[in-house]
T-cell receptor, first 115, second 116 residues
Framework: TQLLEQSPQFLSIQEGENLTVYCNSS?????LQWYRQEPGEGPVLLVT?????EVKKLKRLTFQFGDARKDSSLHITAAQPGDTGLYLC???????????????FGSGTQLTVLP | NAGVMQNPRHLVRRRGQEARLRCSPM?????VYWYRQLPEEGLKFMVY????????ESGMPKERFSAEFPKEGPSILRIQQVVRGDSAAYFC??????????????FGQGTRLTVV
């Protein structure tokens, strides 16, 4: 069974601070997605990374895929209250050759940015 | 281009009743995933379907739960004889047929099932 561990589980910071959220696994993934979920809503896709070592930037968010494609990080610069939400990473893979694609989700990091 | 549509958004059922959750994937998407989320937890995979086929149901409880994705119409997640422990948010996601490495999926807004 493939597992993704996210840390920290909860994070509460002041507006303007920087933060990093981690997503780690012992398994290799062919791609990794980051989603953000707000209360009462479905997860919204933020980014997909597919190449080991890849770095993508989305305004104040920087996403990195580990060289070995087993881990990823999300860094937010100058956090704002609007960044508050549940951040989920999801690894994509094919468990066996020829099998269906699967998305394995981490348990999420609940971020609260205080004004 | 409409996103993934789920209905109903909220569903209340008494213990022992049946719950039917519907999911219409994004236009052009032929892959559907169902996930369950308990309060303050991540998403737990239940089942992966393509049109008229169940590809992976390893996350589905063996009893009372079933899913289908017919040639025409939405995907249906059915829970028979619901119990209080079935109360959760159920999310559907869809993805396009693709030969790329990416497995990104797009989610609906979910159905919140409450069993009373």
């Amino acid at each position: 069974t493939q597992l993704l561990e996210q840390s920290p589980q909860f994070l509460s910071i002041q507006e303007g601070e920087n933060l990093t959220v981690y997503c780690n696994s012992s398994s290799v993934f062919s791609s990794l997605q980051w989603y953000r979920q707000e209360p009462g809503e479905g997860p919204v896709l933020l980014v997909t990374v597919v190449t080991g070592g890849e770095v993508k930037k989305l305004k104040r968010l920087t996403f990195q895929f580990g060289d070995a494609r087993k881990d990823s990080s999300l860094h937010i610069t100058a956090a704002q209250p609007g960044d508050t939400g549940l951040y989920l990473c999801a690894g994509g893979s094919r468990p066996r050759p020829g099998s269906a694609r699967q998305l394995t989700f981490g348990s999420g990091t609940q971020l609260t940015v205080l004004p | 281009n409409a996103g993934v549509m789920q209905n109903p958004r909220h569903l209340v059922r008494r213990r022992g009743q049946e719950a039917r959750l519907r999911c219409s994937p994004m236009k052009g998407h032929s892959h559907v995933y169902w996930y369950r989320q308990l309060p303050e937890e991540g998403l737990k995979f239940m089942v992966y379907l393509q049109k008229e086929n169940i590809i992976d149901e390893s996350g589905m409880p063996k009893e009372r739960f079933s899913a289908e994705f017919p040639k025409e119409g939405p995907s249906i997640l059915r829970i028979q004889q619901v119990v209080r422990g079935d109360s959760a948010a159920y999310f559907c996601a869809s993805s396009p047929p693709s030969r790329t490495q990416s497995t990104e999926a797009f989610f609906g807004q979910g159905t919140r099932l409450t069993v009373v």
